[in-house]
């Protein structure tokens, strides 16, 4: 069995799937379907079973997913889950592919940027939970660096999470305008 690809490899744009697929010749080639606005992403499934995925990126065309051109390469949100074939599942951030089940051994991600941990810190709240995709609108950041460097400030007891119905939601701790203690 060939290797899975580690990298979404955007090979260009097209106006509909059947000339997105044309466009696809390897495991992680990617294509825009964009009519006006994107569309979808049609993609040769990165684990090299030859089958395309298209994930929607269109609210207006059912459940779609998050898209965002900054950075390296192509970030989508949610993560991608085929239900059926292969049942590949993996995130796409920043152009990187990283595996959620099967090929976990030979994920990298992103480098990590410590400085946007200042700004989540200010977006969360102490008593309002929110969502790493919340808090990633309210200071225009990508949500998988958002969810990383969050996850960071609670290993660091800088915030609190926990999840509800599959979402996970987060909470700045105490109040760090004034550092001080209760007396
Ligand atoms: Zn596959």
Redesign the pocket.
């Known amino acids: 069995m060939r290797a899975p690809a580690r990298w979404l490899n955007l090979v260009g744009e097209a106006e509909y799937r059947d000339e997105a697929e044309a466009q696809l010749a390897k495991p992680g080639d990617a294509v825009l379907v964009v009519r006006g606005r994107t569309r979808s992403v049609v993609m040769a499934?990165?684990?090299?079973?030859?089958?395309t995925?298209v994930v929607n990126i269109d609210p207006r065309a059912g459940k779609a997913w998050r898209i965002d051109t900054r950075g390296e390469g192509l970030t989508l949100y949610p993560s991608v889950w085929?239900d059926g074939?292969?049942e590949?599942h993996f995130i796409v951030w920043r152009g990187f592919l990283i595996w959620c089940d099967r090929f976990t051994v030979g994920n990298s991600e992103p480098r990590y940027d410590p400085s946007i941990e200042e700004s989540i810190l200010s977006a969360m709240d102490v008593s309002t939970p929110l969502t790493a995709a919340a808090i990633a609108d309210a200071i225009d950041e990508i949500v998988w660096d958002v969810n990383r460097a969050a996850n960071r400030l609670v290993h660091r007891g800088l915030a609190r999470s926990w999840k509800e119905d599959a979402t996970w939601f987060f909470v700045r701790v105490g109040d760090r305008t004034n550092g001080g203690t209760c007396e």
């Open positions: 499934c990165p684990d090299g079973c030859g089958e995925l085929r074939g292969c590949s």
